[in-house]
């Protein structure tokens, strides 16, 4: 499984050099892997706005020494070849990010701007660690009273298919037997079987 996250596509040599030259101080795979995660993260901008040329023979190579912004695959591709180019196996993972916890509905919002990419890295002796290179998307923050209405407008939504769309025989069994018990003040008997 390791031996395949070490293959490497012909690339610009230069994506090889500066790995080595980001992490020649460090010793172990590591501080290797956190120190290019550093510096991804701390000299290059994010951005969903890509610039450069748009055939370029080796988009990687464009990211990472003219263009020097994009989005997380971009970033965690070049963490991904970088350290492979220091023997270190690793893997590129596209999942999601958490998303935002709403205090309204009592629910978790997963949208599809949380989509994201990051990086495994085989480091030993702990295994497959994460590592996530990408700096925070500057867009994404929101004024207060925005996320009020947008977590209002999310918990409707979510009451709305819940309750409405839903619907479904079991939710209507529930609700006869509330309203049964609303109006006439006694809970459902069982039947008895005839003795």
């Known amino acids: ?9 012909e690339e610009d040599p230069r994506i090889g050099r500066l790995a080595r030259e980001l992490t020649r101080d460090q010793l172990t795979a590591f501080e290797k892997a956190r ?25 990687l190579a464009m990211f990472l020494f003219e263009a020097r ?13 970088m350290l492979r180019e220091l023997g270190i196996p690793a893997r590129l993972v596209n999942g999601f990010r958490i998303g935002e916890y709403n205090d309204i509905g009592n629910d978790w919002t997963v949208r599809q701007y ?9 480091v030993s002796p702990l295994g497959w660690h994460e590592f996530d290179p990408t700096p925070p998307d500057p867009r994404r923050t929101r004024p207060a009273l925005a996320r009020i209405f947008a977590n209002i407008a999310d ?13 479904d025989f079991w939710k209507q069994y529930q609700l006869v037997g509330t309203l049964r018990t609303m109006v ?5 008997q069982p039947e008895k079987s005839p003795a």
């Open 184 to 188: 006439f003040g006694l809970p459902e």
């Open 114 to 122: 949380d989509a994201h990419s990051w990086v495994e890295a085989w």
């Open 155 to 167: 918990a409707l939504d979510l009451w709305w298919w819940e309750q409405v769309v839903n619907y």
């Open 69 to 81: 912004r994009g989005h997380c695959e971009y970033f965690a591709s070049a963490m991904a070849v």
């Open 1 to 9: 499984m390791k031996a395949c996250c070490l293959q490497l596509p």
């Open 35 to 59: 120190a290019l995660e550093r510096h991804l993260r701390g000299n290059y901008s994010y951005s969903l706005e890509l610039r450069g040329r748009p055939n370029s023979r080796d988009p």
